[in-house]
């Protein structure tokens, strides 16, 4: 919290600063004076490449800046002022997206304020118009040739992907988040980021908890009814998450297997870690090795040979513990 406490304190700073300059001074701001402080203030928007492009219009900087306050702002939990200050350099990016003509750039960075606004208002309990901003920013790194297979457009679109089915989740819309969370962890996937990626596993668990949604209402709605996953009781739901991965393999779908009994070993780790010393770890180091196993196997279908070996290579170990 004190870090954010700092650096809203410098982003302020260097918006005060900026607003008390007339044109030509700005001018020679942007030309000569040394750039530190409004570098500092612009990194966590900027990109390796772009922050010269950055300086080249007044506005957008000043836009910048905003933007990292409101991030501040929103860090601190001061959800109001956020949405006053990202909403103000929504504005301001607006105009110079219309005096640009609506270049690729300036479509950027109004989609990259519009998904900080959707977040602000997500965490704040605004959900349908976090949905309006995350949709609109979708649309707009989908549009002006924005190329998904680019990977820092792919990026940007899985995580408002992302974000979108959070908002399905929380308003209880679990068909709706599931389709969304699914078309997210494709993207990822496609782009080739990294399985074990924090935001990857996050997406993931959301996606687990739309599919146990949508199993439960199964089982409320159609009881009696035969169903291909048989009813299981969510005191184990790293058994439930099981069945759901066996029908994703059982479908031929083997990236969805995957995700699925991955999240079943993430909750299996954890359990072993919160029982580490109490000897009751037996069970569920079993519970481990036969999900690895698992993964390891629809590896070895899909002939990724290096990784089923690292997987059955871990389960062997730990039975032989």
């Known amino acids: 919290?004190?870090?954010?406490?700092?650096?809203?304190?410098?982003?302020?700073?260097?918006?005060?600063?900026?607003?008390?300059?007339?044109?030509?001074?700005?001018?020679?701001?942007?030309?000569?004076?040394?750039?530190?402080?409004?570098?500092?203030?612009l990194t966590m928007t900027t990109k390796e490449g772009q922050s010269s492009s950055l300086f080249e219009d007044n506005d957008t900087l000043l836009a910048s800046v905003l933007q990292n306050i409101g991030k501040a702002q929103s860090m601190l939990h001061q959800y109001g002022k956020a949405i006053e200050t990202l909403e103000e350099a929504l504005r301001i990016h607006r105009v110079v997206a219309m005096r640009t003509n609506n270049s690729r750039s300036s479509s950027q960075d109004v989609a990259?304020?519009?998904?900080?606004?959707?977040?602000?208002?997500?965490?704040?309990?605004?959900?349908?118009?976090?949905?309006?901003?995350?949709?609109?920013?979708?649309?707009?790194?989908?549009?002006?040739?924005?190329?998904?297979?680019?990977?820092?457009?792919?990026?940007?679109?899985?995580?408002?992907?992302?974000?979108?089915?959070?908002?399905?989740?929380?308003?209880?819309?679990?068909?709706?988040?599931?389709?969304?969370?699914?078309?997210?962890?494709?993207?990822?996937?496609?782009?080739?980021?990294?399985?074990?990626?924090?935001?990857?596993?996050?997406?993931?668990?959301?996606?687990?908890?739309?599919?146990?949604?949508?199993?439960?209402?199964?089982?409320?709605?159609?009881?009696g009814q035969r169903r291909e996953i048989s009813s299981v009781p969510y005191e184990d739901k790293a058994l439930a998450i099981?069945?759901?991965?066996?029908?994703?393999?059982?479908?031929?779908?083997?990236?969805?297997?995957?995700?699925?009994?991955?999240?079943?070993?993430?909750?299996?780790r954890r359990k072993v870690d919160q029982l580490s010393g109490s000897g009751l770890r037996g069970g569920e180091t079993v519970d481990i090795g036969r999900t690895l196993s698992n993964i390891a196997q629809i590896h070895r279908e899909r002939r990724e040979f290096g990784a089923a070996k690292i997987l059955f290579d871990e389960a062997r170990e730990l039975y032989r513990s």
Not at 162 to 175: D, N, P, Q, S, T
Not at 251 to 268: M, Q
């Open 112 to 223: 990259r304020i519009l998904e900080n606004l959707g977040e602000v208002q997500m965490i704040s309990g605004d959900l349908t118009s976090a949905f309006g901003r995350y949709v609109e920013s979708l649309n707009l790194l989908r549009s002006n040739g924005n190329n998904v297979n680019d990977s820092n457009n792919g990026i940007a679109v899985a995580l408002v992907l992302g974000a979108i089915g959070r908002v399905h989740l929380k308003k209880g819309e679990y068909a709706e988040a599931n389709v969304v969370l699914k078309e997210c962890m494709r993207t990822f996937e496609k782009i080739g980021v990294p399985p074990n990626n924090r935001k990857i596993n996050e997406i993931r668990s959301c996606l687990v908890d739309s599919e146990l949604a949508l199993m439960q209402n199964a089982t409320s709605t159609l009881a």
């Open 1 to 41: 919290k004190k870090e954010w406490q700092l650096s809203l304190r410098s982003y302020l700073k260097a918006y005060s600063a900026f607003r008390c300059l007339d044109e030509e001074q700005r001018g020679y701001l942007q030309t000569i004076v040394p750039r530190r402080l409004l570098r500092r203030a």
């Open 242 to 268: 099981d069945e759901l991965a066996d029908a994703y393999k059982n479908k031929g779908d083997y990236s969805g297997a995957i995700w699925f009994y991955s999240e079943a070993l993430t909750l299996r």
